[in-house]
């Protein structure tokens, strides 16, 4: 048979199985966004995968020069508590640097159900299942819990793990304004009779530091018989009377069905994990592909999001600094003029809106050339 051009041929029996070739010179067309990070380059202007060395911190090294570190997701310090550091070590020095496989099959240690159980008293729910990062704790749990004939209804403004999520699972998604419960309710309202009903949200939505307005998704939840899934990722940690989110700080949790979250932000390590009912957990444990299909996470990270738990729900001066800090900050940027949002709750997340693209790459360029790192935030980031 003639080969082409573009194709390889991988030999299954007698019927070749046929595969793009990675050397075809159109395999990746360039897109317009590749172009446009083209030109910020070549403008000096490029923000984005810079070097920093040594540890994270309120101050880093950043090409080399001191920087103020306002981007980071560290919202509690924890990166650089000793407790963490040392049972990062010990986890270390028992178990080795990975588990060499997933959690469904050799890559399940004792510490691995132990922060489980952990998390499960943590959120005063019945299990928790872990995840190797947050991103595939959405993806797994969407796609693992709804299926085709379902409906999951989501908010516009959800983080993309929970977007892809919902692409992966083979239920119908719908969409409602952002934060907006008379759009919530018109989709709600208008979906069929059958299949099981899903309302997804961000619980702290990362780009303009918003809470969901969880009393009114509960609400109409159980008007129109939906479960819930809220995604408390930036609001785990500082909010809440424990330090368990805005689930908690409305005292709603146990009319969520499921928690997603991540150890990569306030517990200051790497993973992510859901907490429910313990019919729901197993179900995951077995439906998840994210899960099933992933190698386990490392025992450092396991140890140190243990040890995170521990140490957030015990230092509840972390969690008020966070928030003074905030205020502090929040209430310094409107009085230099710059524009920010304004929500009923205060979160950690302190946007400044300056409107067009070049004059916020210009701006955070002299932030950066002046010791301070703030996060630029374009497509897909935000909304295009």
């Not at 939505?205 to 159980?222: K, W």
């Not at 205020?327 to 809106?353: C, D, E, K």
């Amino acid at each position: 048979m003639a080969r082409k051009a573009n194709q390889v041929f991988v030999e299954t029996g007698t019927n070749p199985a046929r595969f793009p070739s990675p050397l075809s010179p159109d395999a990746f067309p360039e897109s317009g966004r590749l172009q446009r990070m083209k030109l910020l380059k070549e403008a000096g202007l490029y923000p984005y995968f810079i070097p920093s060395s040594g540890r994270v911190g309120p101050r880093v090294l950043m090409n080399g020069h001191d920087t103020i570190m306002l981007g980071s997701n560290n919202y509690l310090g924890l990166a650089n508590h000793p407790e963490m550091i040392e049972a990062g070590m010990e986890a270390m020095r028992k178990y080795g640097t990975g588990c060499t496989g997933s959690r469904f099959l050799n890559g399940t240690l004792d510490i691995h159900n132990l922060l489980e159980e952990k998390l499960a008293a943590f959120f005063g729910k019945d299990a928790a299942v872990c995840f190797s990062t947050g991103m595939q704790a959405n993806l797994g749990v969407i796609s693992g819990i709804a299926d085709r004939g379902d409906h999951i209804v989501s908010d516009e403004q959800n983080h993309a793990s929970i977007i892809d999520g919902c692409r992966l699972s083979h239920a119908a998604t719908h969409v409602y304004k952002h934060d907006d419960m008379e759009s919530l309710d018109r989709v709600l309202r208008g979906l069929p009779q059958s299949g099981n009903r899903w309302i997804v949200s961000d619980g702290v939505f990362s780009m303009e530091g918003s809470v969901a307005n969880i009393p009114d998704i509960v609400a109409l939840a159980r008007r129109y018989g939906a479960r819930v899934i809220i995604d408390d990722a930036h609001g785990i940690g500082y909010m809440g009377e424990h330090g368990e989110g805005c689930c908690g700080h409305f005292d709603l949790m146990d009319r969520i069905d499921i928690l997603t979250g991540t150890f990569s932000k306030s517990f200051a390590s790497l993973g992510g994990f859901c907490a429910a009912r313990g019919d729901i957990a197993n179900h995951l444990k077995h439906h998840a592909r994210s899960l099933i299909f992933s190698a386990s996470m490392p025992p450092v990270m396991v140890a140190c999001a243990s040890t995170a738990a521990d140490i957030i729900r015990r230092e509840k001066h972390l969690r008020e600094q966070v928030m003074a800090n905030a205020s502090y900050l929040r209430v310094g940027i409107r009085n230099m003029g710059f524009r920010t949002t304004s929500h009923p709750i205060s979160t950690a997340i302190i946007p400044i809106l300056l409107g067009e693209r070049i004059q916020m790459l210009r701006f955070h360029k002299a932030l950066l050339n002046n010791g301070l790192y703030a996060n630029p935030v374009l497509p897909p980031a935000s909304t295009e």
